[in-house]
């Protein structure tokens, strides 16, 4: 995992749902700006934020992947990613994955170091 990358596993007994994560989340001091569902098999070219990045996942199972290995997130799981550290993000599987994208000021802000496949623009141009 790349320096300052970390996961926080889900600490509470309850299933984890879309009102908890965003509560959570909201407690470690980041602002929601997103809540998005990407589709099985998805795939996210490479990119990086000018801020420090946190996904909360609310339901499924995806893998983002870094130059230092990958990181699989699961329900509850939150994970935050230091402004400028380059990943990918895939789903090996047939589920979608929901999750939470948060940031400190509550905005996004994305460098494409690849061809923008799966971002929320190309997302939204295929639907």
């Known amino acids: 995992m790349p320096p300052g990358v970390r996961v926080v ?3 509470h007994k309850e ?3 879309e009102e908890s994560v965003k509560k959570e989340m909201a407690g470690l001091g980041y602002r929601v700006y997103d809540l998005q569902t990407i589709p099985p098999w998805f795939e996210r070219s490479r990119h990086s934020h000018d801020y420090d990045e946190i996904r909360g996942a609310v339901e499924g199972v995806t893998t983002f992947h870094f130059d230092d290995g990958p990181v699989t997130l699961e329900a509850g799981d939150i994970l935050f990613i230091p402004a400028g550290v380059p990943h990918e993000v895939r789903t090996h599987n047939d589920r979608p994955f929901t999750a ?3 940031s400190i000021s509550g905005e996004r802000v994305v460098t494409e170091h690849g061809d923008g496949k799966g ?3 190309d997302l939204q141009a295929r639907s």
């Open 119 to 121: 971002s929320v623009e």
């Open 9 to 11: 596993k889900w600490p």
């Open 100 to 102: 939470y994208k948060a």
């Open 15 to 17: 299933t984890p749902d």
